[in-house]
């Protein structure tokens, strides 16, 4: 046995691992079902090939792996990653380590964990983002398992991290499913990063009625400011692409239905079962379902029509660009600060003492959301490490102030012209709910009282009551 490190599945993900790990000094046996792929990635590893064991048997395969065994297991999420599983488990010793690097729901994660846990192997549930060249190049990696798993797996997948100004992008977060849970929120609050963007989007094409090219020069710009980020900077590409089908830019001929695969509802559902507030995640999540009714809302457009209101009226046009950038960085704060917020919960929860500063380190560079903002946010959690929630640290209670105008104007100048902007709107509600001492729920709970005898605590301490709700009106008694 030579190889420090297996790989199982070698499809987009798998084979760019395994090429990465096989770069930076590895030696790596690698596998997948069927034995075609093998061969042929094999045959396209060019100079990587001296450090690359191909293996066409799982007896082959594990053989080739030094003890105690790490395997990467990079296939498609669900049942076959259970059933491979039981594929590889006669053929391991005690102390390998099974280490499932798709995307995992976390319960699935903690299931397989606990399945293992009398067998004497163990098991990683790995998140790991940057899509195809980021596995290929550095992703960002985020751990969960036993301590001694990682210590294990430490040194390979360090060689493999992308880099944020040299520091790796990789960190063992805490047992069983913390590492997959993470990846889970990483990709929730992707979903509402993106959305916020296609809003902005949408104000400039639909309001300000500009060209995909005049959009590409704003994002260009703002990609040079404080929303410098991976997602700002392919939004301005992709605007600016053609399509080589005809001649409109390529963003003007595609569909308007967005997929999902499940990681921003899961997001959803779990902070839900907190009772964690991620309204970000959930105007993005349900913006996506929304955009895959094409056929309904084509319908609805005949029977309804567009809003029928004036012409978007903007005033200074640089001034309303400035206002977009601000109000973009603005709703941007609300959904990292819920989603930290909902791991906060998660970390209480499931027990994992999540290291909020060293995941938004671990997410600086390699993830899809990667940004300057998130090194910003690094700080935040480590000057400030018992606040409550981002928004209340300083420096981000700082920005809150400085951006919530600008949000404050771009989206009621939307709602006017008609545009929707739920994403945006849901974090001004957010800000505006959770900044004031004194809300309305005081008329749910009297509600609640009258119709089911829920009982209501008071403002002045004195003992919780129900009722009485029949002993005359407040006007009669005066
Ligand atoms: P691909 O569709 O490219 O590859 C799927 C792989 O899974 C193939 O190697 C396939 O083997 C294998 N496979 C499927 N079913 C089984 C089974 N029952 N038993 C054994 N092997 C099986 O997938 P990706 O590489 O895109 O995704 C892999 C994982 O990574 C998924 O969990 C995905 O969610 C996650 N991921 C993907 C990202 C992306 O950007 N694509 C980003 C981050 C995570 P065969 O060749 O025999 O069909």
């Known amino acids: 046995a030579q190889a420090e490190i297996g790989l199982i599945g070698l499809g987009v993900m798998g084979s760019n691992l395994a090429l990465n790990i096989a770069e930076k000094g590895n030696t790596i046996a690698v596998f997948n079902r069927t034995v075609e792929r093998t061969r042929e990635f094999y045959e396209e590893a060019g100079d990587l090939k001296d450090r690359i064991i191909p293996c066409e048997t799982i007896e082959e ?9 790490p395997i990467i297991i990079m296939i498609k999420a669900g049942e076959a990653v259970d059933q491979q599983m039981e594929i590889l488990k006669p053929h391991l010793e005690a102390h ?17 964990f606990d399945t293992l846990k009398d067998s004497g192997l163990t098991f990683i549930g790995m998140g790991v983002s940057g899509g195809e060249e980021g596995a290929r190049h550095g992703p960002s990696i985020m751990v969960g398992g036993l301590e001694e798993s990682w210590t294990r797996v430490e040194k390979v997948l360090t060689s493999i991290a992308a880099r944020y100004e ?52 704003v994002f260009a710009t703002w990609n040079k ?21 005809g001649s409109e830019p390529l ?20 902070a839900q ?13 349900a913006a996506r379902s929304l955009s895959s009714m094409k056929t309904e809302r084509e319908a609805a457009e005949k029977i309804l029509g567009l809003p029928d209101v004036p012409p978007l009226s903007i005033g200074d046009k640089a001034a309303f660009l400035a206002d977009l950038e601000n109000a973009l ?20 929860e499931f027990g994992w003492n999540l290291p909020m500063p060293t995941i938004a380190r671990i997410w600086r560079a390699g993830c899809i959301i990667r940004s300057q903002f998130l090194d910003e946010i690094t700080k935040a959690f480590t000057e400030s490490p018992d606040a409550a929630n981002l928004i209340v640290t300083p420096a981000f209670a700082a920005m809150v102030k400085e951006t919530d105008g600008p949000l404050r104007r771009v989206v009621s100048t939307a709602v006017l ?26 008329m749910i709970q009297a509600q609640r009282d009258y119709f089911g005898a829920h009982g209501y605590d008071r403002t002045d301490g004195k003992d919780s009551h129900h009722g009485p709700w029949g002993s005359g009106l407040v006007a009669e008694r005066s």
């Open 61 to 69: 395969f594990v053989a080739a792996i030094k003890p105690p065994r």
């Open 96 to 112: 390998d380590i099974m280490i499932d690097a798709g995307n995992a729901n976390f319960r699935d994660t903690m299931r397989r």
């Open 166 to 217: 040299g520091d790796p992008c990789v960190a063992w977060l805490g047992e069983n499913g913390a590492g997959h849970f993470v990846k889970t929120i990483h990709n929730g609050i992707e979903y509402a990063d993106m959305q916020m963007i296609a809003e902005i989007y949408g104000i400039l094409r639909d309001g300000l009625k500009m060209s995909a090219t005049e959009i590409a020069e």
């Open 225 to 245: 400011g404080r929303l410098n980020s991976f997602l700002i900077e392919i939004s301005e590409i992709v605007l600016r692409a053609g399509d080589q089908l």
């Open 251 to 270: 963003v003007d001929v595609i569909l308007d239905k967005a997929g999902q695969k499940g990681t921003g509802k899961w997001s959803v559902i779990e």
């Open 273 to 285: 079962n907190m009772g964690v507030p991620a309204t970000g995640i959930e105007a993005a999540v």
């Open 329 to 348: 960085l603005a709703a941007k704060i609300g959904a990292y600060a819920q989603g930290f917020a909902v791991m906060a919960a998660a970390s209480r």
């Open 417 to 442: 012209g008609g545009l929707p902007v739920p994403a945006l709107a849901s974090a001004l509600g957010y800000f505006d709910s959770y900044r004031r001492a004194r809300g309305t729920a005081n």
